[in-house]
């Protein structure tokens, strides 16, 4: 058996669900533990339900056989005497690894953030996270709030172009480091300079974390149209649906924007992406044959 740690935000979880569908498609047996990776992340919960994306969870003493995490007094002594015998793997690098796939009684922990993770169950992906499923779930309260429905139809009436910044966590003294200086104004301007070369009469909707920030920008901003979206809070399967149903994307190095660029539908997308993903990782997996990468410096 396999055991898959779910963790971080809805894109991570889409990733993690992602390669629990490789594996099931492969005929091994594996389940997902849905709770271990929130214990220390108050901010987040499972978040998939509003696709209506259904997965076996492991149960606690799976989990703890696994990672022989055994309370009892002589399992505790005999850890103390000759080490623990875990049988979890952390994701240590974050290029593709074929081997995961030959791999069995294991734990999982990590975002296997690559399309080469899932090639074979990529169809079966785009038909469980999409929007037709998330209004079916309208009555387990999730469904698009008016708001959106709103802006969902704006967007399909012109040629929309997402605009993904990922503010607030990101800009975390602690995530400086890892995430910092990458998505930076030059990087955009470009970005927006690319898209409009092709489609000189299309419509900016800027999605971001941070809302008093987008209004600025947006005030800044009116030699083009932009429209900074404003949806309720706690939601974030609205917003990435809406993300995905517009015409083009310019994404953040951020594995939500990630999936909304990869659940857009639009057989000629431009999809603009950071040439760098992470500072300090080789991320080159990450990136898919549809994205043009731009660099993030003033030239």
């Known amino acids: 058996m396999i055991i898959i740690q779910m963790a ?20 091994k047996t594996v389940k997902m533990d849905d709770e271990a990776g929130f214990r220390e992340d108050r901010q987040r919960d499972p978040a998939l339900a509003a696709f209506g994306a259904a997965y076996e969870r492991a149960d606690r003493q799976e989990i703890i056989e696994m990672t022989d995490a055994s309370m009892k007094f002589t399992d505790r002594v005999r850890r103390k005497l000759f080490g623990r015998k875990s049988r979890s793997y952390f994701e240590e690098s974050k290029r593709f690894q074929p081997q995961i796939f030959e791999w069995d009684n294991v734990y999982l ?13 990529g169809t079966l992906l785009k038909k469980e996270f999409c929007l037709e499923n998330v209004r079916k779930n309208r009555e387990k309260g999730y469904g698009l709030s008016k708001q959106a429905e709103d802006y969902l139809h704006r967007m399909e009436q012109g040629e929309s172009v997402s605009i993904h910044v990922r503010r607030g966590d990101y800009l975390l003294p602690q995530n400086l480091e890892l995430f910092g200086n990458i ?8 970005a927006v300079r690319k898209v409009t070369e092709s489609h000189p009469d299309c419509t900016f909707y800027l ?33 990435l649906m809406l993300m995905s149903r517009c015409k083009h994307n ?16 639009n057989p000629d997308k431009l999809v603009i992406a950071p ?20 660099g993030t410096d003033k030239q």
């Open 8 to 27: 971080g935000g809805l894109g991570n979880q889409m990733f993690q669900y992602a390669l629990y569908r490789q594996l099931i498609s492969m005929g």
């Open 275 to 294: 040439e760098k993903w992470l500072n300090g990782w080789d991320c080159s997996d990450i990136y898919r044959d549809d994205m043009i990468k731009i």
């Open 207 to 239: 999605f971001t974390n941070d809302r008093e920030w987008a209004a600025e920008r947006v005030k800044e901003h009116a030699d083009f149209p932009i429209v900074s979206v404003e949806l309720p809070k706690d939601r974030d399967y609205e917003t």
């Open 109 to 121: 922990e990590g975002y296997w953030q690559s399309e080469k993770y899932f090639r074979d169950v």
């Open 250 to 265: 310019i994404l953040a190095n951020s594995s939500f924007g990630w999936w909304a660029s990869y659940l857009n539908d």
């Open 183 to 190: 998505c930076t104004d030059a990087y955009y301007e470009k």
